[in-house]
């Protein structure tokens, strides 16, 4: 039976890092508060960057380390809640940019926080049904663009950043993707939204000229659930297997809240050496958040051959999604 493997990596983060000090200058908040509650320290928000360029730098650099060229994709799933425009979607942006070949089916997937996982599973199902041999897949979000500046509960978490994959067929059932899963539960979608412009409707009175249209969230509600279902969905992934959480080399989480990751890793009885957190450097960069880690990691040289590797993520929707790998 035909498997799909990871074999490429690569991220890209705008270059304006934004300090807990710096937004002390134009909010009521402090390093302080935003580092014991959070764990971030500060993040990467764009100035020129858009998402179309964030995921070709993501693009480029795994395609390099996958040994291929833009001639050998045959797919593009870009997962992203912040796409440069309503429509073309950023894989359609992304195929001009790369010069991937005209007739190479592209298109974004819309998770939130999950939208990479949701991309990734979407990938490895093109290639289990022979649909697909080498896939680009690409996390991708802006935040700075749809968070209130002026809110300090929410514009405090968030950062900008993308990270890429190619997945590619591969033969061998003992390495790769082991399992991989995805989940929602839209009536819970109260918990973390943003109506965006499309709330307006200009034949309607009254429908939408006074809507927030920016990221609003239930942070304790956010928070409790998380933590529950981010552990029942690495212990989903790695029943499928057969495995146990000590079989885990390195746990890739969303990095929504560092308490979240911790939480969640005690639950799990994982040790710090088995967590990845790079939260205090990009904040929550939502779908970026799972392959800017890896990118990190693998480039970092903490992945080795016959690795087993755990992402896991939780975001609005909700979505949660949970992917195993074998190096
Ligand atoms: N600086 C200073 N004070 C603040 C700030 C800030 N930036 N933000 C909030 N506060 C204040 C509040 O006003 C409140 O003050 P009050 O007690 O006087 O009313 C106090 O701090 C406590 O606020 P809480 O919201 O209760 O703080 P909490 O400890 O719950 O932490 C947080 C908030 C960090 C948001 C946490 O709830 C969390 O991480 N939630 C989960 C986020 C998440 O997982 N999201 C999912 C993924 S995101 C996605 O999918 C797009």
């Given at each position: 039976m035909?498997?799909s493997?990871?074999i490429?990596?690569g991220a890209?983060v705008?270059e304006k890092?934004l300090?807990?000090?710096?937004?002390?200058e134009f909010?009521d908040t402090?390093?302080?508060?935003?580092?014991t509650?959070?764990?971030?320290?500060?993040?990467r928000?764009?100035?020129n960057?858009?998402?179309?360029?964030?995921s070709?730098?993501?693009a480029?650099e795994?395609i390099?380390?996958?040994?291929?060229t833009?001639d050998?994709i045959?797919?593009?799933?870009?997962g992203?809640v912040?796409p440069?425009m309503?429509?073309?979607?950023?894989a359609?942006?992304l195929?001009?940019?790369?010069?991937?070949r005209?007739?190479?089916?592209a298109?974004d997937?819309?998770?939130?926080?999950?939208g990479f996982?949701?991309?990734?599973?979407?990938?490895?199902?093109?290639?289990?049904?022979?649909a697909?041999?080498?896939?680009?897949?690409?996390?991708v979000?802006?935040?700075?663009?749809?968070?209130?500046?002026k809110?300090?509960?929410?514009?405090?978490?968030?950062g900008?950043?993308?990270g890429a994959?190619?997945?590619?067929k591969?033969?061998?059932?003992?390495?790769?993707?082991?399992s991989?899963?995805?989940?929602?539960?839209g009536s819970?979608?109260?918990?973390l939204?943003?109506?965006?412009a499309?709330a307006y409707?200009?034949?309607?009175?009254?429908s939408g000229?006074?809507?927030?249209p920016?990221?609003q969230?239930?942070?304790g509600?956010t928070?409790?659930l998380?933590?529950?279902?981010i552990?029942?969905?690495c212990?989903e992934a790695l029943?499928?297997?057969g495995?146990?959480s000590?079989d885990?080399?390195i746990?890739?989480?969303?990095?929504?809240?560092?308490r979240?990751?911790?939480?969640?890793?005690?639950?799990l009885?994982?040790?710090?050496?088995q967590?990845?957190?790079?939260i205090d450097?990009y904040?929550n960069?939502?779908?970026g958040?799972?392959?800017?880690?890896?990118?990190?990691?693998?480039r970092?040289g903490?992945?080795k051959?016959g690795?087993?590797l755990?992402?896991?993520?939780?975001?609005?929707?909700l979505?949660?999604?949970?992917?195993?790998?074998?190096?």
């Amino acid at each position: 039976m035909t498997h799909s493997k990871i074999i490429g990596t690569g991220a890209s983060v705008p270059e304006k890092v934004l300090t807990n000090s710096d937004l002390e200058e134009f909010l009521d908040t402090s390093d302080e508060w935003i580092s014991t509650r959070t764990g971030i320290k500060e993040r990467r928000v764009s100035v020129n960057e858009s998402a179309v360029d964030l995921s070709e730098g993501a693009a480029n650099e795994a395609i390099k380390a996958a040994g291929l060229t833009p001639d050998d994709i045959d797919l593009i799933i870009v997962g992203t809640v912040t796409p440069d425009m309503s429509f073309p979607s950023t894989a359609c942006f992304l195929q001009e940019r790369l010069g991937v070949r005209p007739s190479v089916p592209a298109f974004d997937v819309s998770a939130a926080c999950s939208g990479f996982l949701f991309a990734l599973d979407t990938a490895d199902k093109y290639i289990v049904s022979g649909a697909a041999e080498k896939v680009l897949v690409v996390g991708v979000d802006i935040f700075s663009r749809i968070v209130d500046w002026k809110d300090r509960a929410t514009c405090v978490l968030f950062g900008d950043g993308a990270g890429a994959v190619v997945l590619s067929k591969s033969s061998d059932k003992g390495e790769g993707l082991l399992s991989s899963n995805i989940h929602s539960d839209g009536s819970l979608w109260r918990s973390l939204f943003a109506p965006g412009a499309t709330a307006y409707n200009p034949f309607k009175p009254d429908s939408g000229e006074d809507t927030n249209p920016y990221v609003q969230m239930h942070g304790g509600e956010t928070f409790k659930l998380a933590v529950k279902t981010i552990a029942a969905a690495c212990n989903e992934a790695l029943m499928a297997a057969g495995l146990k959480s000590e079989d885990v080399s390195i746990l890739i989480p969303h990095q929504a809240n560092e308490r979240i990751i911790t939480a969640v890793a005690k639950r799990l009885g994982l040790t710090d050496s088995q967590v990845c957190i790079n939260i205090d450097r990009y904040g929550n960069t939502s779908a970026g958040s799972i392959p800017i880690a890896l990118d990190e990691v693998v480039r970092g040289g903490r992945v080795k051959s016959g690795d087993i590797l755990l992402f896991v993520s939780f975001g609005g929707g909700l979505t949660w999604a949970s992917t195993l790998v074998k190096w």
